[in-house]
């Protein structure tokens, strides 16, 4: 595979997995190691039986921005993104019980004039095992900003 396969298939299809499955316990893995998330991208290469000459644990960023009133919120950052649907970065949210979680990304997309701009995206579990893949609006390259209107889709989404 592509480094930007692996990057893709990582961003929104590994990491959903990971979140709405494994829950707390991802959560909890993500928040005591900091370098968790390369670890996880990294091991896609190994199970490919190839080297990962692409990216670095410096490449990858991962934080709780967030916590308040019941609602949790982790952002992780990656690597510029290589090519378009790839993500600037993502917020997860979720509160203590799990009942209300949430995978929304800020995604690369190419314009018709070739300039890569941020979308604010989700992607939700549906009844078969995959995830829908929603597009809410153009956003910015701002993380306040976006983590601002993540969370009116949180709790819009979520009637909150």
């Not at 590994?14 to 005591?32: D, G, H, M, N, W």
């Not at 982790?74 to 009942?99: A, G, N, Q, R, V």
């Not at 995206?121 to 306040?144: A, E, I, M, Q």
């Amino acid at each position: 595979m592509s480094s930007y396969e692996e990057m893709y298939f990582f961003e929104h299809k590994i990491l959903p997995y990971y979140f709405y499955t494994y829950r707390s316990s991802f959560v909890i893995a993500l928040l005591e190691d900091g370098n968790f998330i390369y670890q996880l991208m990294d091991g896609l290469w190994e199970d490919d039986g190839e080297d990962n000459n692409f990216y670095t644990e410096d490449d990858f960023g991962c934080e709780l921005v967030y916590s308040k009133y019941d609602i949790n919120v982790i952002m992780i950052e990656y690597p510029s993104p290589e090519k378009e649907l790839l993500c600037f970065h993502t917020f997860l949210f979720f509160d203590i019980s799990f009942e209300r979680p949430l995978f929304v990304t800020v995604e690369s997309v190419t314009t018709s004039t070739e300039n890569s701009v941020p979308f604010l995206c989700s992607w939700t579990p549906d009844k078969n095992g995959d995830f829908v893949h929603l597009v809410y609006h153009r956003c910015s390259l701002n993380n306040k900003e976006n983590f601002f209107n993540a969370l009116a889709i949180y709790k819009k989404s979520f009637h909150l």
